[in-house]
């Protein structure tokens, strides 16, 4: 078992729409591993299959050394999953909740050790109905992980977060991270891409058009740099050179001087844009872009 | 459909815990989130009483001739539909509404046999069923006269309609929960023939006063059969004159009600879906 996951020439397609066209991934274990893309590109479902919630057309998927589309209570014991939206088990109480989760596991985590550490000691006796987004979603995190999975997955985890509460849940999610577990996210915060992630994929049209890590994906940390000040803005290979002539120029300070190497965010819209345009069939309001070819 | 099968890479961790403890804690859960909804509880406990009030007060006459009484007549029908109610239609609501909210896929996602999520519905159908009867018997009792039977026969009789009924009821609900497109409309579209189906099957309205082409009609489903089970159990022999038949067919109600606990087995197992239609 090399690799946590392992996907080659992965395809779906639900009725007229090719959702996945042969999507290769590998993904190492203790790994932070990031899939971008717009709606409709077909992460969501590859990470599906992946989960064994669905099956698929075709190519060969393992994750944890087994195929995901026969799963069993010993694979689904080592994998945590925390869902897109979740509005279920809205009677229990939080503390209730995890206690029941636990009793599917052979070792699984304290849960008032847990309700600690994703900070709802508070809310323990609090019905899950009555809790907040971000509260719930914490519970949500809190089930995924409560039988120590190895690997984790996060669709969109953070979606509808305040700033405090992401950054929060980061520091949680890094947390496990540092203690091993292998952690796949979808997300369309690409800060947070880049905060978690070891390495990202970017999917689109079904494929993964580009893969690496966040600071040198598609040629970020090499591209222009660009330097902009009160009076103009240049892009050059060498922004040090150029500072140095600015702060000749002004004799000392620059006013509103800022060095910026390409973003994530840049990359990421650039990457798509440079694809073709769609060949039609695919739903308006998704984010249609082509593929790489 | 079945539990899934053992796992083949041994870990050299502790055991997953076993099928039975996994099922007990669905029923406890199930059981728990059931009483924790309150409107529905009470509604639930109150609808066969309120019934029970309303025709014992319309109809105080006792069926001529035969010494049975009118709370002897109702008590029997309104087991038989709070069975129904509670095994069919809120079952079958409850688990449309798991697949609309994501209960159903969070739990597929979890090192559970499937079979515990049936079991723990089943079984929070069983303890919720048990109190109804029970507080409609002491109401019947302490208020409409009714005199419980003396014989451990009828009570025997009692206990197989009963969890035969039960079973029935609760397979037929969860095969019945994915009729319905969404959570939102399971309501309608499963209450709808558990009405038609409590006024053709003696449980509003006597069976011998329907025409005999509903009385067909009503023959096929369980909930006619269920009732005169009961019937058999309240009123005695001295109520079987009272029967269309003359007799209560006991040996055909136990037919009846297993061929359609075999027949709701095998269309939960052919039919069922874990995915809401939104998840395609």
């Known amino acids: 078992m090399k690799h946590a996951i392992r996907v080659r020439g992965l395809t779906k397609r639900y009725g007229e729409v090719q959702a996945v066209a042969g999507l290769d991934l590998d993904i190492e274990h203790g790994e932070v591993f990031a899939v971008l893309g717009p709606n409709g590109a077909g992460k969501s479902t590859t990470v599906e299959i992946l989960e064994g919630y669905r099956k698929r057309d075709a190519g060969e998927v393992t994750v944890l050394g087994q195929d995901p589309a026969r799963p069993t209570r010993e694979w689904r014991s080592r994998i945590g999953i925390v869902l897109q939206t979740a509005d279920d088990r809205a009677e229990l109480t939080v503390r209730e909740t ?41 519970v949500d995190v809190a089930l995924g992980v409560i039988g120590r999975p190895e690997l984790l997955f996060l669709d969109e985890p953070t979606t509808g977060f305040d700033p405090e509460a992401r950054r929060r849940f980061w520091e949680l999610i890094e947390g496990l991270a540092h203690d091993g577990t292998t952690i796949v996210l979808t997300t369309h915060y690409l800060e947070e891409a880049e905060r978690l992630a070891d390495r990202v994929a970017v999917v689109a049209r079904g494929r993964v058009v580009a893969e690496g890590d966040p600071a040198t994906l598609g040629g970020r940390a090499s591209a222009k740099a660009r330097v902009s000040w009160s009076d103009g803005e240049l892009e050059t290979d060498n922004p040090t050179a150029a500072v140095l002539e600015l702060s000749r120029r002004y004799d000392g300070e620059i006013p509103a001087l800022s060095v910026a190497r390409p973003t994530l965010e840049d990359v990421y819209l650039r990457l798509i844009d440079s694809a073709d345009p769609p060949a039609g069939g695919v739903p308006e309001t998704a984010v249609t872009i082509g593929s790489a070819s | 459909m079945t539990a899934t099968p053992a796992a083949v890479v041994p870990r050299a961790a ?66 038989g539909s709070g069975v129904m109610g509670t095994g069919f239609q809120n079952l079958g609501i409850g688990i449309a509404g798991d697949r609309e909210d994501g209960t159903l896929k969070r739990l597929v996602g979890l090192p559970m046999p499937r079979a515990a999520y049936f079991i723990g519905k089943i079984a929070s159908v069983l303890v919720m069923t048990v109190l109804q009867v029970a507080i409609l018997l002491a109401i019947a009792v302490l208020f409409y006269g009714l005199e419980l039977p003396a014989e451990v026969s009828a009570w025997a009789t009692f206990a197989w309609v009963f969890v035969l009924g039960v079973s029935a009821a609760s397979v037929l609900g969860i095969a019945i929960s994915g009729l319905p497109r969404s959570g939102k409309s399971a309501t309608a579209v499963i209450t709808l023939p558990f009405v038609v189906l409590q006024f053709v099957s003696g449980v509003f309205i006597p069976i011998t006063a329907l025409p005999d082409w509903l009385v067909n009609v009503a023959s096929i489903f369980p909930l006619k059969w269920m009732c005169q089970g009961f019937r058999s159990v309240f009123q005695g022999d001295a109520g079987a004159a009272l029967e269309l038949t003359g007799s209560y067919e006991l040996g055909k109600i136990a037919l009846v009600l297993a061929a359609w606990l075999v027949g709701g087995l095998v269309l939960c197992a052919t039919t069922f879906r874990w995915k809401g239609r939104r998840d395609g």
């Not at chain 1, 009793?103 to 009555?130: F, H, W």
């Open chain 1, 98 to 138: 995890l206690r029941h989760f636990a009793a599917y596991y052979a070792d699984p985590r304290d849960p008032d050790e847990l309700m600690e550490q994703v900070g709802l000691t508070e809310s323990a006796g609090k019905r899950i109905r009555q809790l907040s987004g971000g509260q719930r979603r914490r």
């Open chain 2, 14 to 79: 502790a055991p997953l815990p076993s099928p039975l403890r996994i099922a007990l804690a669905r029923a406890a859960v199930e059981t728990k989130v059931l009483f924790r909804e309150r409107d529905a509880v009470v509604f639930t406990f109150a609808l066969p009483i309120v019934f029970l009030v309303l025709f014992a007060s319309i109809f105080s006459d006792s069926a001529e001739g035969t010494g049975v009484t009118v709370a002897q007549l109702y008590t029997a029908g309104l087991i």
